[in-house]
């Protein structure tokens, strides 16, 4: 059975501070894994999609690396704004009949 | 291009009563997934849609149903509804279906709505 740890569960940081949010999945057999923000009451949103014979996937100030053999991602957020605010899921996508696991997310809050 | 749509965006529903909530995915996107999202769980994969057949099912029971119709529009269906089904009911498009292995980056990624607010009292 697939399971998804998100390590912290809550993060608190000033602004400008470079920062390192993990995931971390139990079975290494996964197809992709992908990386969303969630604002309060809001729907999910893609940041980076990591297919599984890649190593990192980067957009702007955002990078994800992958390590299959380990099981662990990490998104890295450069230089963090109060903007970035919000909960920050992965999502491991795999086979069985689980198909798709999300972690239960890293609460991020950026201190102006 | 439009982003996937879900409506009701909110709803009250009383126990034993069913409900069906509705996808409008991103506009060529053929397989739509529905998750459902509640503090103690947090987000669960319910069944993915693919071309109006069911492609993957997540573990949950029979009372929940869904279906696709030919403009990939999808319905998900709750029968004989239970307070523990109170949840945000999310769902998401994409170009492939979750189980394709392909070798553009793209195909697999998920597109999310903005949820339906399900409370049942």
């Known amino acids: 059975k697939q399971e998804v740890t998100q390590i912290p569960a809550a993060l608190s940081v000033p602004e400008g501070e470079n920062l390192v949010l993990n995931c971390s999945f139990t079975?290494?057999?996964?197809?992709?894994l992908q990386w969303f923000r969630q604002d309060p009451g809001k729907g999910l949103t893609s940041l980076l999609l990591?297919?599984?014979?890649?190593r990192e996937q980067t957009s702007g100030r955002l990078n994800a690396s992958l390590d299959k053999s380990s099981g662990r991602s990490t998104l890295y957020i450069a230089a963090s704004q109060p903007g970035d605010s919000a909960t920050y899921l992965c999502?491991?996508?795999?086979?069985?009949?689980?198909?798709?696991?999300f972690g239960i997310g890293t609460k991020l809050q950026v201190i102006p | 291009k439009a982003g996937v749509t879900q409506t009701p965006r909110y709803l009250i529903k009383t126990r034993g009563q069913q409900v069906t909530l509705s996808c409008s995915p991103i506009?060529?996107?053929?397989?739509v997934s529905w998750y459902q999202q509640t503090p103690g769980q947090g987000l669960q994969f319910l069944f993915e849609?693919?071309?109006?057949?069911?492609?993957n099912k997540g573990n949950f029971p029979g009372r929940f149903s869904g279906r696709q119709f030919s403009n990939s529009r999808s319905e998900m269906n709750v029968s004989t509804l239970e307070l523990g089904d109170s949840a945000l009911y999310l769902c998401?498009?994409?170009?492939?279906?979750?189980?394709?292995?392909?070798?553009?980056?793209?195909?697999?990624?998920?597109?999310f709505g903005p949820g339906t607010r399900l409370t049942v009292l």
């Open positions: 998401a498009s994409s170009l492939a279906d979750i189980q394709r292995r392909e070798s553009r980056d793209s195909y697999n990624e998920q597109f």
């Open positions: 079975d290494s057999a996964i197809y992709n």
């Open positions: 990591i297919q599984s014979s890649q």
């Open positions: 999502a491991v996508f795999s086979g069985g009949y689980q198909k798709v696991t």
């Open positions: 506009s060529g996107h053929r397989s």
């Open positions: 849609y693919f071309s109006e057949t069911q492609r």
